[in-house]
Nanobody
Framework: QLQLVESGGGLVQSGGSLRLSCAAS????????IGWFRQAPGKGRAGVAC????????YYTGVVKGRFTISRDNAKNTVDLQMNSLKPEDTAIYHC?????????????????????WGQGTQVTVSA
């Protein structure tokens, strides 16, 4: 069964950068569309960026567009999220999630994956 593990979180000052990574094991990540989601304290989970199974298409939510970049290396079974120009409001736990059948990336980022393939999350804290 597919297992996902996030890494790369940490504490950074406003305006700084972080690169998160989602590593898969158990199955071939290239069979899944992947989304990055985040949950800030006291708020619900929100989609951030999503990428198709082969990496040919991406979708970004409005609040991160132009600052975050999602990419994947299926040979390495990883999906990365490069986060630049970070703001205090980006502070959250970031999770990656996989969906084997989602072809609509906007739906994936908006509604979440149909299955239950989630990583445990990595904390990102942006100080003012």
């Amino acid at each position: 069964q597919l297992q996902l593990v996030e890494s790369g979180g940490g504490l950074v000052q406003s305006g700084g950068s972080l690169r998160l990574s989602c590593a898969a094991s158990g199955e071939t990540l290239g069979d899944y569309a992947i989304g990055w989601f985040r949950q800030a304290p006291g708020k619900g989970r929100a989609g951030v960026a999503c990428i198709s199974s082969k990496g040919g298409s991406t979708y970004y939510t409005g609040v991160v567009k132009g600052r975050f970049t999602i990419s994947r290396d299926n040979a390495k079974n990883t999906v990365d999220l490069q986060m630049n120009s970070l703001k205090p409001e980006d502070t959250a736990i970031y999770h990656c999630a996989a969906d084997p059948s989602m072809s609509d990336l906007e739906a994936l980022c908006t509604l979440g994956p149909g299955g239950d393939y989630w990583g445990q999350g990595t904390q990102v804290t942006v100080s003012a």
